[in-house]
């Protein structure tokens, strides 16, 4: 899997798995073994998702049978907004305690999920603490406009985000967060990267063309499209053959013409509503 360099030297795969509404060991165990096999080792989870035990337990699983070592994966997981809320931003205990259960001794990225008003700031700068104590490889945050990005910088935090992870697909392209990301090198995870494939975008008539042209499936010219943005799609799937088919996307590249074509189809369309997700966003 090629991988993107971070602001602190640090390398990420270029497509992470989701863990989002997985439920079942069994085929959390088929997947990772699945994306080990295929060299794919990213993965995102939060404590929302009720993800990083089971998650963790099929990483560790593949380190037991030899099929891949700690240093190997990426594992992103978040402060969500009740922990947030619940220490006013302390929230040491909370990352210590999942890496306890877990076992995983460290994260790889660790991400503030929703910027909670009133809290959001000092929960970042007590993720400065935890990322110079090495307790995480590296910080990020989700759902930030750039007076998210502001306001963190107002309340004293010296460390640029490492990522920035946000709803992002063809429908969606967030120009305005992209190029404050693009100027101070922040890598933007792109989550529902596919838009779920609802209706309008799985029959997209000119992502249907483009799947025609380059012998691909609408959500490998979707995927591509990510990629060459510069950003790092977070793929959810249950199936072991859409693991498969969703990381099989270094072999093309969309033109110019066809990558800008798409980026055409922004709407501002998002499924992630932040009054619903984050009153008071």
């Known amino acids: 899997m090629e991988s993107v360099i971070l602001n602190n030297g640090c390398r990420m795969p270029k497509v992470m798995l989701g863990s989002f509404q997985m439920d079942d060991p069994a085929v959390m165990d088929d997947i990772v073994a699945t994306a080990v096999k295929e060299g794919v080792f990213g993965f995102d989870t939060?404590?929302?998702?009720?993800?990083?035990?089971?998650?963790?337990?099929?990483?560790?699983?593949?380190?037991?049978?030899?099929?891949?070592?700690?240093?190997?994966?990426?594992?992103?997981?978040?402060?969500?907004?009740?922990?947030?809320?619940?220490?006013?931003?302390?929230?040491?205990?909370?990352?210590?305690?999942?890496?306890?259960?877990?076992?995983?001794?460290?994260?790889?990225?660790?991400?503030?999920?929703?910027?909670?008003?009133?809290?959001?700031?000092?929960?970042?700068?007590?993720?400065?603490?935890?990322?110079?104590?090495?307790?995480?490889?590296?910080?990020?945050?989700?759902?930030?406009?750039?007076?998210?990005?502001?306001?963190?910088?107002?309340?004293?935090?010296?460390?640029?985000?490492?990522?920035?992870?946000?709803?992002?697909?063809?429908?969606?392209?967030?120009?305005?967060?992209?190029?404050?990301?693009?100027?101070?090198?922040?890598?933007?995870?792109?989550?529902?990267?596919?838009?779920?494939?609802?209706?309008?975008?799985k029959n997209n008539a000119l992502i249907n063309i483009l799947a025609e042209k380059y012998g691909k499936s609408p959500a490998q010219i979707i995927l591509r499209w990510h990629v060459q943005q510069g950003f790092v799609p977070i793929v959810k799937t249950s199936s072991s053959k859409r693991v498969i088919e969703n990381t099989d996307i270094f072999s093309f590249e969309l033109s110019k013409e066809d990558q800008e074509a798409v980026s055409k189809l922004d709407e501002h369309f998002k499924i992630f509503l932040e009054s619903r997700c984050c009153p008071g966003y």
């Open 46 to 201: 939060s404590p929302s998702y009720k993800t990083e035990g089971m998650l963790a337990s099929s990483v560790l699983k593949q380190i037991k049978e030899g099929n891949a070592k700690r240093s190997d994966f990426f594992i992103d997981t978040k402060i969500d907004s009740w922990q947030m809320i619940a220490k006013k931003g302390d929230i040491r205990p909370y990352v210590m305690a999942a890496l306890d259960k877990t076992g995983l001794e460290y994260w790889d990225m660790l991400l503030i999920h929703w910027p909670q008003p009133e809290n959001f700031a000092a929960t970042y700068l007590t993720m400065e603490k935890l990322y110079e104590e090495g307790i995480v490889k590296n910080i990020g945050v989700c759902n930030f406009s750039v007076r998210h990005f502001e306001e963190i910088e107002k309340a004293g935090a010296h460390i640029v985000p490492m990522v920035a992870q946000n709803e992002i697909h063809p429908l969606n392209t967030e120009p305005e967060l992209t190029e404050y990301c693009r100027k101070h090198n922040i890598v933007i995870q792109a989550y529902s990267p596919l838009c779920r494939m609802i209706y309008k975008m």
